[in-house]
């Protein structure tokens, strides 16, 4: 794997042609599927044995930029990154770390609409790896189900918590709470500011991008779109 990387990384060296290509996609964001993109043996290594590998790596670059890693506020920081890249931004890799959701029979027989706004959403562009943050706002009918409300922070939290494309979150957010909660009936709707493009490329600091998924009746019936929005104070027309 690492050899067929490198010989790529070699023939781009002499026509730049893959480079500029890549480099192209990153800027536009372009993804290229709904699953994460994971290699089969992404949990071979343990946690420990990641952050290990990822602190040497880390240190190496560090090292190339220039910086004096003797330094006593520079010498932690291979760790530091590394434990955090396992441990907390992209936890949201490990299957296991998937929030389990007890499902509840809708006792009231609440049918109407129900919707969460304000949803923290703190990710990382993986073109960039820069920060992505903004608010999710959601909303489900029950189908005779419901979840716990903190559950779907813990949904989001958890797909945010991946190397990202806000597209991609989307829909992996919309997709599990249509099979947690057993309806089609689902909204998602995410406003996210991106890190490279407030920091870097066209330097954009007042954007931000918004991304929806529509399942069931909110794609059917417009009316019902209508309400979630303005619910959520989008309401555009
Ligand atoms: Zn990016």
Redesign the pocket.
Known sequence: MEKKVKSILKNNNTNGVWKKEMEEM?DA?IFSSIDTPLREDAFELNDDDKIEKIEYHFSEIMDIIGLDMKDDSLKGTPYRVAKMLVKEIFAGLKPENKPKATLFENKFGYREMLVEKNIKVQST?E??F?PIYGKAHIAYISSGNVIGLSKINRIVEYYSKRPQVQERLTIQIAEELKKVLKTDDVAVYIDAR?M??QSRGVEDVGSSTVTSSYGGIFELDASKRKEFLSAINKDLS
Do not use: R, S, T
């Open positions: 990153g964001h562009c073109h960039h820069l991106h490279c493009v």
